[in-house]
């Protein structure tokens, strides 16, 4: 298994352009989650999503969009690139068994937006 | 809801001198606990995690951390600190649904 893939590792913007951050893994979880990580304040959760065709708000939405077409895919879009966006972002997708949960997160993407 | 609430941001020790991390949560059941580690540009990695079976969980390179429901707290030890084990460490709370609800992390520096 690969795991939780993300790409691109780094991705520099200008404000207004979009992009999308790309987040793929391939353990057949049915839980997919977007995070940024900020200095002094740990990981925020962005979007989330329960399986495919749903997805959901967390706790800093605002300025991304999410789908979720396929249980392997789970996009997050920039419409239009903030400075106050300049984040590290972790995609995670969550097992969930007897034991109870394990998440596991990509690598991240670092972005800078101008 | 719930919360967690990281006591130090910063946290210095000399290597072999035992390592003590502070955790408590808020949570209106019983919760998921998990510490995460984080090397310097790196992505996280799980130390350990509490899912209502023993209160004390063991991890991985010598990490183990005490679920105290009565303290509401999940403080993270190491017996022995190595210079490998500065990073930044995570403790995390889950909601019923998976959510992750991160402290703000405490940064663990080793002095040699």
């Known amino acids: 298994n690969a795991g939780v893939t993300q790409t691109p590792k780094f991705q520099v913007l200008k404000t207004g352009q979009s992009m999308t951050l790309q987040c793929a893994q391939d353990?057949?979880?049915?839980?997919m989650s977007w995070y940024r990580q900020d200095p002094g304040m740990g990981l925020r959760l962005i979007h989330y999503?329960?399986?495919?065709?749903?997805?959901d708000q967390g706790e800093v939405p605002n300025g991304y969009n999410v789908s979720r077409s396929t249980t392997e895919d789970f996009p997050l879009r920039l419409l239009s690139a903030a400075p106050s966006q300049t984040s590290v972002y972790f995609c995670?997708?969550?097992?969930?068994?007897?034991?109870?949960?394990?998440?596991?997160f990509g690598p991240g993407t670092r972005l800078l937006v101008l | 809801a719930q919360s967690v609430t990281q006591l130090d941001s910063h946290v210095s020790v000399s290597e072999g001198t035992p390592v003590l991390l502070r955790c408590n949560y808020s949570?209106?059941?019983?919760?998921?606990l998990f510490w995460y580690v984080q090397h310097p540009n790196k992505g996280l990695q799980l130390l350990l995690k509490?899912?209502?079976?023993?209160?004390l969980v063991k991890g991985i390179n010598g990490f183990e951390a005490e679920f105290k429901k009565s303290e509401t707290s999940f403080h993270l030890t190491k017996p022995s600190a190595h210079m490998s084990d500065a990073a930044e460490y995570f403790c995390?709370?889950?909601?019923?649904?998976?959510?992750?609800?991160f402290g703000q992390g405490t940064e663990l520096s080793v002095k040699p």
């Open positions: 995670a997708s969550t097992q969930k068994d007897r034991e109870g949960e394990t998440q596991y």
């Open positions: 353990m057949n979880h049915e839980y």
């Open positions: 999503s329960v399986g495919a065709g749903i997805t």
């Open positions: 949570s209106s059941y019983s919760p998921s």
């Open positions: 509490y899912t209502s079976a023993a209160t």
């Open positions: 995390v709370v889950s909601d019923l649904w998976g959510k992750l609800i």
